[in-house]
């Protein structure tokens, strides 16, 4: 038994609890005196419960209650963003409410009123969070390649990585995904990792894969893994399902697009922790290849663009880092990764990361887009 595991899972519980315990007295204090409530066991009880709900979903998914477990994962994914955002205003709120209250302002004044403001403050930013996660936008890049590409002059490519497909982004979210995509009209399309949540099964109960494979371009479409695939620890079975569809998931692999460009995909830097063998280094990935011809990585996570830069590679796309999905978790991701979204020049490397098309977690994107990358490159014969 790993009581070291146990200790920080138990630490983590506590701090999370003592955390929620301190939103939901602030919440009794604004309702009880908003509404004159007196007793305190059924909202209690009521926010515990949305509290561990996500526990609660991931306790009860492999049961007969699968539906109630689904929609307890969905509030228990939001109360994390709650619990983030009123991490960060209700201590400002209480000592202004305690200023007031010092120099003798009402209970309408000190607790309702800024209770109010720290409430619509709140709930702003997870209804926004919310538009921002389920409403994709499409960022396009010209970047240009001074190799030679067979006959091709122009490439246009459509990329969304961190789809993240389970129990909350499912088939209406991916049909959006779809439509963006046909509207790049690409000639060549690029999935570079977390694909699915981690779990498999609601992928394939759900028939995600029916709505996946309506993606399609004349070049190919190509996919490589992401940490998330390794944490449900179904590999192949998402590879067969990947390939069932036409979409062709590369590992540790190279291929010759149109004897005109090599699209090369990296296995996630993850796999060897998850009992995989581990993955190439770019250099022998592509030791075998034609460097003269224009060379196009997928690489899910963004922590090796010096080594890509090194090893002449031309265009890199990443994702992974989501771009702290929400604010001011960007400025982790920023420190983390040389770039930890947007775009890169690099020596002759294009590195472009994306901040994902779906979410992990809760469903909430503040200071960052669910996105379709679009990527207009250019061959120039030098």
Known sequence: MNFRFIGILLSILLVFSGISLYIGWNGWLFLSTLFDWSNSAVYSICVAIIAFAYIIGRLAYSTPLRPFAEIMKLIGSYWFAVLEYAVLILPPANLIALILKTAGADKSVY?????????????????????????????????????????????????????????IVGNRHLERLVHKVKEIKPDLIL?????????????????????????????????VTGNHEYIGKKVPEFINAMHAIGIRVLMDESVLVNDSFYVVGRKDKASAGFGSDRRLPINELIAPLDKSRPLIMLDHQPSDLAKAAENGIDISVSGHT?????????????????????????GNLN?????????????VRIGSRSEVIHIEVEFINE
């Open 191 to 223: 999935l570079p990792g977390d694909i699915l949540d981690d779990d498999i099964e609601p992928f394939l109960r759900k028939k995600m894969s029916a709505v996946l494979g309506k993606l399609q371009a004349p070049l190919g479409v190509f996919a």
């Open 351 to 363: 590195a472009i990361v994306s901040s994902g098309f779906g979410t992990w977690g809760p469903p």
């Open 322 to 346: 989501h771009r702290g999905q929400m604010m001011p978790n960007h400025l982790i991701t920023r420190k983390l990764f040389e770039l930890d979204w947007g775009y890169l020049k690099k």
């Open 111 to 167: 607790i309702i009123g800024v209770g109010s403001i720290a409430f619509i403050l709140l709930a702003a930013l997870i209804v926004r969070g919310t538009w921002n996660a389920w409403s994709p936008v499409i960022r396009t890049y010209n970047v240009q390649v001074p190799k030679q590409a067979g006959q091709m002059d122009k490439l246009r490519i459509a990329m969304a990585s961190d789809l993240h497909l389970g129990t």
